[in-house]
C-alpha cells in the first residue's frame, strides 16, 4: 500500500505543477499520434468494440451452459448417493446469474454479474470436488456425462445460435456504420476543397473487406474472423494517416482532431482504472457517471466536427473540458483519502494527469 502522507504530498506538487505549467504549454504539447496499433484515431476502424449486446449473448450461453453442467454433476452424485443440497442450491443461484446476465443494461453491471457467477462456479466446484471424494467418484465419468449433457441441450444449441447471429449482425452493422462516417468524412473534407482521392481509394479497399468478414462470421471461424480484423484494421491505418494529412493543412482541424483524440482516450482509460478501483473496493458511482457522461458529450464534439461545424465542435468542447475537471478532483480525493495497492494508485495518478493536460490542451484551443 502506499503512505497516505506521502501520495497527499505526491499528488499535492503534481496539481500545483498542473496549474502553473499545463495552460501555456499544453497548445505546444504534441496530439496522439497513429501508432502502429492505430488506436486513438477516431478514424480507424477498430479490431474489436466488445460491444454490450455480443459479450451479453456469449456469456447468457456460457452460463447456461454451465448450468447444465451443473445439472449433469448432481445426477451423477445423487445416484451414487452423494449429498446434492448445497450443489442444488448453487445451481439455483446460477439459473438466476443466468437471467440477470441476459438483462444487464450495461457493461458495470455485465462485469458485476459475471464476478457473481465466477463466485458461484468456484463454489460449486468446491463443493463437488468434496463430493467425489465422498462418493469415490470417477472425474472422467462426471466429465463426459457434463459434456454429453451440453451436446445435447437444445436450449445450448439455441443460444450459441443467437450469440453468433447477434455477433455477426452487430459487427457488420458497425462496419457499414464506420464506412459511412468516413464517406462523410471524405464528403466534408471535398466541401473544403481538399483532395480526397487518395482517401477515397483507401476506404474502397477496406469496403471490398466486408466480404471475408462476413463469410468468416458465417462460418463462425474464430481465426477467420480475427484475420479479417487483422487486415481492416491495419489499412484503415493507412487510412487514417492520409485523412491526418489532409486534416493537417489547416491547423485549427488539425488541434480539434487531436484534441478529440485525447479525449476518447482518456475517457476508455478512465473507465479502466474505475475498473481497478472498483476491485480494490473504492466506490467509483459519481466517477462512473463521470465517464458515461464524457464519452457522451465526446461524441457529440466528434460527430460536429465530422459535420464541419468547427465553431459547435468547439463550444461542446467546453461542457466536455468541465466533465474532465470534474473527474480529475474525484481521483485527486481517492489518492489523497484511500489506501491503494501502488499499481493501481499509479494508474490513477496517470490518469488524473491526462485528463489534467486534457483540460488544459482544450482551453487552449
Known amino acids: 500500500m502506499f503512505d497516505?502522507?506521502?501520495?497527499?504530498?505526491?499528488?499535492?506538487?503534481?496539481?500545483?505543477?498542473?496549474?502553473?505549467?499545463?495552460?501555456?504549454?499544453?497548445?505546444?504539447?504534441?496530439?496522439?499520434?497513429?501508432?502502429?496499433?492505430?488506436?486513438?484515431?477516431?478514424?480507424?476502424?477498430?479490431?474489436?468494440?466488445?460491444?454490450?449486446?455480443?459479450?451479453?449473448?456469449l456469456l447468457t450461453y456460457l452460463a447456461?451452459?454451465?448450468?447444465?453442467?451443473?445439472?449433469?454433476?448432481?445426477?451423477?452424485?445423487?445416484?451414487?448417493?452423494?449429498?446434492?443440497?448445497?450443489?442444488?442450491?448453487?445451481?439455483?443461484?446460477?439459473?438466476?446469474?443466468?437471467?440477470?446476465?441476459?438483462?444487464?443494461?450495461?457493461?458495470?453491471?455485465?462485469?458485476?454479474?459475471?464476478?457473481?457467477?465466477?463466485?458461484?462456479?468456484?463454489?460449486?466446484?468446491?463443493?463437488?470436488?468434496?463430493?467425489?471424494?465422498?462418493?469415490?467418484?470417477?472425474?472422467?465419468?462426471?466429465?463426459?456425462?457434463?459434456?454429453?449433457?451440453?451436446?445435447g441441450s437444445s436450449a445450448l444449441q439455441v443460444l450459441l445460435n443467437k450469440y453468433w447471429q447477434v455477433r455477426e449482425n452487430t459487427e457488420l452493422s458497425d462496419f457499414d456504420l464506420r464506412v459511412v462516417q468516413a464517406q462523410k468524412t471524405l464528403?466534408?473534407?471535398?466541401?473544403?476543397?481538399?483532395?480526397?482521392?487518395?482517401?477515397?481509394?483507401?476506404?474502397?479497399?477496406?469496403i471490398t473487406m466486408r466480404t471475408e468478414l462476413a463469410t468468416a462470421l458465417r462460418a463462425r471461424n474464430n481465426a477467420g474472423i480475427e484475420l479479417a480484423h487483422k487486415k481492416i484494421h491495419a489499412t484503415s491505418i493507412e487510412y487514417a494517416q492520409i485523412i491526418r494529412n489532409l486534416r493537417a493543412m489547416a491547423s485549427t482541424d488539425t488541434r480539434l482532431g487531436q484534441t478529440i483524440d485525447q479525449g476518447i482516450g482518456v475517457m476508455t482509460r478512465s473507465g479502466m482504472v474505475n475498473a481497478n478501483l472498483n476491485h480494490s473496493g473504492i466506490d467509483t458511482t459519481r466517477a462512473e457517471e463521470l465517464v458515461m457522461t464524457g464519452k457522451t458529450q465526446i461524441l457529440v464534439v466528434q460527430n460536429l466536427s465530422h459535420d464541419g461545424d468547427i465553431a459547435g465542435a468547439r463550444a461542446s468542447l467546453s461542457e466536455f473540458q468541465n466533465t474532465l475537471i470534474a473527474l480529475r478532483n474525484i481521483y485527486r480525493g481517492i489518492l489523497i483519502n484511500e489506501d491503494l495497492p501502488q499499481a493501481t494508485a499509479q494508474g490513477v495518478l496517470s490518469v488524473a494527469q491526462s485528463l489534467d493536460v486534457t483540460a488544459a490542451q482544450i482551453g487552449a484551443l
Open 64 to 151: 447456461v451452459k454451465e448450468e447444465v453442467g451443473m445439472q449433469a454433476t448432481i445426477r451423477y452424485i445423487g445416484l451414487r448417493n452423494g449429498s446434492t443440497d448445497t450443489l442444488s442450491t448453487l445451481m439455483v443461484r446460477t439459473d438466476a446469474s443466468a437471467l440477470a446476465i441476459s438483462s444487464a443494461g450495461s457493461e458495470t453491471a455485465l462485469d458485476r454479474e459475471l464476478e457473481n457467477l465466477r463466485d458461484i462456479t468456484r463454489s460449486f466446484r468446491e463443493e463437488t470436488d468434496l463430493q467425489m471424494r465422498a462418493i469415490n467418484g470417477n472425474p472422467d465419468e462426471l466429465r463426459a456425462e457434463a459434456q454429453s449433457a451440453g451436446e
Open 4 to 57: 497516505k502522507k506521502s501520495m497527499f504530498l505526491f499528488v499535492s506538487c503534481w496539481l500545483f505543477l498542473a496549474v502553473i505549467f499545463l495552460p501555456s504549454g499544453a497548445s505546444a504539447a504534441p496530439g496522439p499520434q497513429v501508432s502502429d496499433a492505430g488506436m486513438g484515431s477516431s478514424d480507424t476502424f477498430p479490431l474489436m468494440e466488445n460491444q454490450l449486446v455480443v459479450r451479453q449473448a
Open 187 to 206: 464528403g466534408t473534407l471535398l466541401e473544403n476543397g481538399h483532395e480526397i482521392t487518395p482517401a477515397q481509394e483507401k476506404l474502397e479497399e477496406i
